[in-house]
């Protein structure tokens, strides 16, 4: 199929390269000037494991272009994978998204050929009724369908969660359901050679194709992610129980998710949630049951515990260091998860921001997202070229993102170059154990060593 895909982000870019590598043509559009620029060089404009090279693998089937024009014309099928940012008061901006959205209409008036709108950007219920009611409007009713298929794509696992989903969720009418199990049959039928080292995981059974109305669809989106959300916050207020009764986190959180009814899957306590999808998408749903006469008291309560939660890693370090002027401390990690470079709602940047105020010297080490870093934070924090530097001489050291690298560490390494072998895990993630001899201060697991 022509495929058109608008907005170059995490979302778009992911979908466009699986969709060219399933041998669709694929035309992607960004008004990003430089974004298209540097993809059409094959120079990616953000981290995600794997993107590259699965747009190199076939580079005759993807193109990009800030003209979305010629794109649109063409298209079986056009994408919406824009930005729907949170407002200050948490509703989300569908600027970008009724920008693109008006700009495809007035082209697709101009064309005759039947295309299906699908929008991918996460967006309160009935956004999809009001692009449909444009089209309407426009005259387009008999050859232009608008459906919602929500992405449930992880970051850093965005390539394995597109071509091995556990389900995948069109709203709208049946004929335009039909286009995209088209669309998606190679992923629906598994009938594709893995383009992942990983292959096919073991046990995997084919994904659902769910079909929905248009808001229940678009509902769905925001509810997965309170879910989890919930689950994290869940967690991390047992954490912090345990922390006040000397109960490890780690153990109570592996015998609730044994039982199936709870599973595992997000019940690491730590200092909470960040990045582009669950703050915007907890606050947006507590924005929509609000504006719907609901007030949606569970969800509240997860997103004010939180806010509060990373706040917990600095408690920590006053109890044990005092005062903190003076002070250098090292911080591992600033993307908001491993597999990243994202920092949007990273817990690292108002935790930096917080030791610098206090009058810490402040050294920081990411594998990969230091670059982005440095437009966010204070000029007189340090970026280290290597984990030993950062840890040079330090006070103390926060792990905020649990990297690999830093999972791994050499533990007797990290003591023999910081001046206090104090570590606070906001993670939970180090394998330490008492021969270390290390001051480890874990979130929910008391301290050892
Ligand atoms: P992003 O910010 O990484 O990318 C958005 C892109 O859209 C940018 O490159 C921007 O320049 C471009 N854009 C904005 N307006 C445009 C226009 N009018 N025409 C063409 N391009 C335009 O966003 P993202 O993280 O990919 O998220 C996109 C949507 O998908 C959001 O609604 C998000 O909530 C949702 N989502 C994101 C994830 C994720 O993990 N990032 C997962 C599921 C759903």
């Not at 629906?188 to 059974?205: I, V």
């Not at 290390?438 to 929910?444: F, M, P």
């Amino acid at each position: 199929m022509k495929v058109t895909v608008i907005g170059t982000g995490y979302v778009g870019l992911t979908t466009g390269a699986s969709l060219a590598y399933l041998n669709h043509e694929v035309t992607c559009v960004d008004t990003d000037d430089r974004k298209v620029e540097q993809l059409s060089q094959g120079i990616m404009p953000f981290y995600e494991p794997g993107l590259h090279e699965l747009i190199h693998m076939r580079p005759d089937h993807i193109r990009f272009t800030s003209s979305a024009w010629e794109a649109v014309m063409d298209a079986d099928v056009v994408f919406f994978a824009v930005g729907t940012p949170a407002n200050e008061d948490g509703s989300p901006n569908l600027t970008f998204l009724f920008s693109a959205v008006e700009e495809t209409i007035g082209y697709l008036r101009m064309k005759s050929k039947p295309t299906v709108l699908i929008n991918k950007s996460t967006v309160p219920v009935g956004t999809g009724d009001q692009i449909d009611r444009k089209v309407k409007e426009a005259g387009l009713a008999n050859r232009v369908m608008v459906v919602s298929n929500p992405e449930f794509l992880r970051q850093g696992r965005a390539l394995f969660d597109t071509f091995y989903p556990e389900r995948i969720v069109v709203g709208g009418e049946q004929a335009a359901s039909d286009v995209l199990e088209t669309l998606y049959a190679a992923v629906l039928n598994q009938s594709f050679e893995s383009p992942l080292l990983t292959g096919r995981p073991d046990g995997y059974s084919l994904p659902d194709y769910i079909r929905v109305d248009r808001r229940s669809a678009e509902l769905a989106k925001y509810a997965a992610n309170a879910f989890l959300a919930m689950k994290i916050s869940f967690i991390n207020e047992i954490a912090n129980v345990c922390d006040r009764v000397g109960a490890d986190v780690r153990q109570v959180a592996g015998i609730i998710g044994a039982d199936p009814r709870i599973g595992p899957s997000f019940l690491q306590a730590g200092i909470g949630y960040g990045g582009s999808c669950f703050p915007k998408d907890t606050r947006a749903l507590q924005f929509i049951a609000d504006t719907n006469g609901y007030d949606f008291k569970l969800l509240s309560a997860v997103i004010e515990v939180n806010q509060s939660q990373k706040f917990i890693m600095i408690h920590k370090l006053y109890e044990q260091l005092g005062e903190l002027a003076g002070k250098q401390i090292a911080v591992l990690g600033l993307s908001f998860k491993p597999g990243t470079d994202d920092l949007r709602e990273a817990p690292s940047i108002p935790l930096i921001r917080t030791l610098v105020a206090a009058g810490a010297k402040v050294r920081v080490h990411d594998p990969v997202a230091m670059r982005k870093a440095a437009a966010l934070l204070p000029d007189s924090v340090h970026f280290a070229g290597g984990i030993l530097e950062a840890l040079s001489q330090a006070d103390a050291a926060l792990l905020i993102t649990e990297w690999p690298e830093y999972t791994s560490m050499d533990i007797g390494k990290l003591k023999s170059v910081m001046r206090r072998p104090l570590v606070i895990d906001g993670r939970n993630a180090l394998n330490v154990s008492e021969h270390d001899e290390l001051e480890y201060i874990g979130i929910g697991i008391g301290m050892k060593g």
